[in-house]
């Protein structure tokens, strides 16, 4: 219900960073080399490359914005008149009576996720603070639960307060979602259909983060003109482990 059943808590996840590039050619000829971390779980899962320290300051403030957004929500769903007439019109045609249905549902829905998110947001601060790679487990499962609580609509949907916490993609389905576009900015050159979509994850984070300035990079966006890696961007990294973080151009 909750967005459990996937999720085996006697033998919960091991992870590991993975390295993705994307060589990116820039409109001005120049080429790049960048460099993409995420956090892949042995169950297929691929997450995004944030590291335990920002994973616990996101859940720090989920905790405080996460019981603001909880009664929004709820507030929105008791409002019938406003919530049934935007559930049909958001509906596909021929699913409108199913949309009014979770809408009424979400009434009670709602106040029992958000209470199920804010204490995941507390063990996350926790487990922040202890350093502990169960972060991991903890932002897969609260994303679980977010998307549950949605419906299963996309990470964008309106809705969705965490969209960071939930997989960008599954080893099963990553070849088929992420590996058939192409882009111009993209150098493709002799990349197997499985580089294809490590280019292609790569490059919706970093062009995602340039256009943004984002909160736990101090409001800074990323730069156009030179190599990105996931390892630069994170403040607690020591510099002994972090020499190859500037790549070279090509």
Same mark, same amino acid.
């Given at each position: 219900?909750?967005?459990?059943?996937?999720?085996?808590?006697?033998?919960?996840?091991?992870?590991?960073?993975?390295?993705?590039?994307?060589?990116?050619?820039?409109?001005?000829?120049?080429?790049?080399?960048?460099?993409?971390?995420?956090?892949?779980?042995?169950?297929?899962?691929?997450?995004?490359?944030?590291?335990?320290?920002?994973?616990?300051?996101?859940?720090?403030?989920?905790?405080?914005?996460?019981?603001?957004?909880?009664?929004?929500?709820?507030?929105?769903?008791?409002?019938?008149?406003?919530? %049934?007439?935007?559930? &049909?019109?958001?509906?596909?045609?021929?699913? =409108?009576? #199913?949309?009014?249905?979770? @809408? +009424? *549902?979400?009434?009670?829905?709602?106040?029992?996720?958000?209470?199920?998110?804010?204490?995941?947001?507390?063990?996350?601060?926790?487990?922040?603070?202890?350093?502990?790679?169960?972060?991991?487990?903890?932002?897969? %499962?609260?994303?679980? &639960?977010?998307?549950?609580?949605?419906?299963? =609509?996309? #990470?964008?949907?309106?809705? @969705? +307060? *965490?969209?960071?916490?939930?997989?960008?993609?599954?080893?099963?389905?990553?070849?088929?979602?992420?590996?058939?576009?192409?882009?111009?900015?993209?150098?493709?050159?002799?990349?197997?259909?499985?580089?294809?979509?490590?280019?292609?994850?790569?490059?919706?984070?970093?062009?995602?983060?340039?256009? #943004?300035?984002?909160?736990?990079?101090?409001?800074?966006?990323?730069?156009?003109?030179?190599?990105?890696?996931?390892?630069?961007?994170?403040?607690?990294?020591?510099?002994?482990?972090?020499?190859?973080?500037?790549?070279?151009?090509?």
């Amino acid at each position: 219900m909750l967005g459990l059943e996937n999720l085996n808590f006697f033998t919960l996840p091991t992870w590991r960073e993975e390295r993705m590039v994307w060589k990116e050619e820039t409109s001005s000829g120049i080429r790049l080399v960048h460099v993409f971390r995420p956090m892949v779980s042995d169950q297929g899962d691929i997450c995004n490359d944030n590291p335990k320290h920002m994973l616990g300051e996101k859940c720090s403030v989920l905790l405080l914005i996460r019981p603001i957004h909880t009664l929004a929500k709820t507030f929105f769903h008791l409002c019938l008149p406003l919530s %049934l007439t935007v559930a &049909i019109l958001r509906a596909k045609k021929g699913d =409108e009576l #199913k949309a009014c249905v979770q @809408t +009424l *549902a979400d009434i009670v829905r709602t106040p029992v996720y958000g209470i199920a998110l804010w204490v995941c947001a507390a063990v996350g601060l926790v487990l922040g603070i202890a350093d502990s790679d169960h972060l991991f487990t903890l932002r897969l %499962l609260a994303g679980r &639960i977010e998307q549950h609580l949605n419906w299963g =609509e996309p #990470k964008n949907a309106f809705w @969705t +307060l *965490a969209p960071c916490f939930q997989p960008a993609s599954h080893e099963d389905e990553f070849i088929a979602t992420w590996g058939q576009r192409r882009y111009s900015d993209t150098i493709y050159d002799h990349l197997t259909p499985r580089q294809c979509a490590e280019a292609n994850l790569a490059r919706a984070a970093f062009t995602s983060r340039r256009k #943004k300035p984002i909160l736990f990079y101090c409001f800074s966006t990323w730069r156009k003109d030179s190599p990105l890696d996931s390892h630069k961007f994170d403040r607690f990294r020591s510099p002994c482990r972090d020499i190859d973080r500037l790549l070279p151009v090509i």
